[in-house]
């Protein structure tokens, strides 16, 4: 009938050929391309590390004189603050209609017809 029949020979597995490999050169070094890898790493970030050092100390005088001036600057310019407000303050002072007739007298050696002169004299 129609049943399934079993195969006439029962599978049976091949028998493959394993290739021996070098394993025991592997097994003595197992973490050496790590170890490689590591050291490597470890040396450029040392070399980085020994420019940036020498960068930074090369800068550094650089960067200590520039701070210098910097603060000889700032002393000037708040000594010539106070200039400039006395020199803002004349100024408005020089355009005040109400103040032009004694910002007049204090330039000119002119006096006012009913003002009398005043001179000193050493004795």
Do not use: C, W
């Not at 930074?56 to 700032?74: D, G, M, T, V």
């Amino acid at each position: 009938m129609n049943a399934i029949q079993p195969s006439g020979s029962p599978l049976k597995p091949q028998e493959t050929r394993q290739v021996p490999r070098k394993r025991t050169q592997r097994r003595r070094h197992p973490y050496r391309a790590t170890a490689i890898h590591t050291t490597a790493k470890l040396v450029v970030n040392l070399l980085l590390l020994f420019a940036a050092g020498s960068a930074i100390a090369k800068l550094l005088p650089y960067y200590l004189s520039q701070q210098q001036k910097i603060h000889e600057i700032q002393a000037e310019v708040h000594s010539v603050e106070g200039r400039v407000e006395r020199l803002r303050a004349d100024l408005n002072r020089y355009f005040d209609p109400q103040q032009a007739q004694s910002v007049m007298r204090e330039q000119s050696n002119r006096f006012e017809p009913g003002q009398r002169p005043l001179i000193l004299q050493k004795k």
